[in-house]
């Protein structure tokens, strides 16, 4: 597969890359989840994410752009950044950042993060056909590889269905007393099914956002630290009008030294900055559908993490 030998091609890196981007993905559903049963809005949470990541990565990539000016032999870089690319740019936040996480995080506080981590699995349905209309990917239907990959994308979808609508036997938490316990809110089957979908529908534009990383933008500029930054920044702005709109109280904005100040700094350090770069920096080397193919791994850190640290009772089926 063309996948494989561009991973191939890469070495082991990329694959170290994905497993890296997965075990980041485990901590982000905990810790998040951890903090929107303590109370937390979702809405000013993924603007201080995005904010606290902007704040940490745009000094980053411009001191970086200098040292790459330094180091120019030409008087001209090769990459500039024009006002088409900006507006690119702020696009792709408004896409990958704001509305994404958005209604990711919406989505969580509904469901539960052994849930958010199986819907990824939409992703690679989402992604592969993307990259088959892009012309990224191909299949052929007379060998079998091409009908492999059909009934692949065919049993992902499956599966995150089957977690909307069933909820097998329960498993009982791996400990006793859970690190980040909260009193928990029974749910509704209705709010169950529509934030699964939520989820879906969130995994639908991150798996876009990927695609398009790959495509145009890491062609046409390929400083991925600087695009992530902006992207972050553009982000960070378009949260905050969001944020004001659904929630005027500012007394509700308030942080103090609990777990929601530990999610808002876990994720905007590694579930955002880090994040990116390295989706980015994996989708370039192997493609984005080598990406999001490992995201079933993190389904199963999941189910580990959240029964130990949020006390979660895990269904088989849900």
Not at 241 to 257: H, P
Not at 259 to 276: C, D, E, H, N, R
Not at 305 to 318: C, K, N, T
Request: hydrophobic share 50%; glycine share 6%; proline share 4%.
């Amino acid at each position: 597969m063309a996948v494989v030998a561009m991973a191939d091609g890469g070495g082991k890196k990329p694959y170290v890359v994905a497993v890296a981007i997965q075990v980041i993905n485990t901590g982000t559903f905990v810790v998040s989840k951890a903090a929107f049963d303590s109370g937390m809005n979702t809405y000013i949470f993924v603007f201080y994410r995005l904010a606290a990541a902007t704040a940490v990565l745009l000094p980053i990539a411009v001191i970086d752009c200098a040292c790459r000016r330094s180091r120019s032999t030409t008087s001209t870089p090769a990459h500039t950044m024009s006002c088409r690319l900006i507006f690119k740019l702020f696009i792709y936040a408004l896409l990958g950042n704001t509305f994404t996480l958005n209604v990711y995080h919406a989505s969580l506080k509904q469901t539960s993060p052994t849930v958010a981590s199986a819907a990824t699995n939409s992703m690679p349905v989402v992604t592969f056909l993307l990259a088959l209309v892009l012309r990224m990917e191909t299949i052929k239907f007379q060998r079998p590889s091409g009908l492999g990959k059909l009934a692949g994308v065919a049993l992902c979808l499956a599966g995150v269905l089957v977690i909307a609508f069933y909820a097998g036997p329960s498993i009982r938490p791996l400990a006793h007393h859970p690190v980040f316990a909260q009193k928990t809110q029974n749910v509704g089957n209705g709010v169950w099914i529509r934030g699964t979908f939520l989820l879906i529908l969130s995994c639908t534009t991150w798996s876009l956002w990927i695609t398009l990383q790959q495509v145009p933008l890491l062609k046409e500029y390929p400083n991925k630290l600087m695009a992530t930054a902006l992207q972050c920044m553009f982000g960070a702005l378009q949260s905050f009008v969001v944020a004001v709109v659904v929630e005027r109280d500012f007394t509700k904005w308030k942080l103090g030294l609990d777990i929601g100040l530990l999610a808002v700094l876990y994720s905007a350090f590694l579930g955002t900055g880090a994040l990116m770069y390295l989706q980015a920096w994996c989708a370039e080397m192997s493609g984005p559908v080598f990406v999001v193919m490992w995201s079933p791994l993190a389904f199963v850190f999941t189910i580990f993490s959240s029964s130990f640290f949020l006390g979660e009772v895990v269904h088989l089926g849900r």
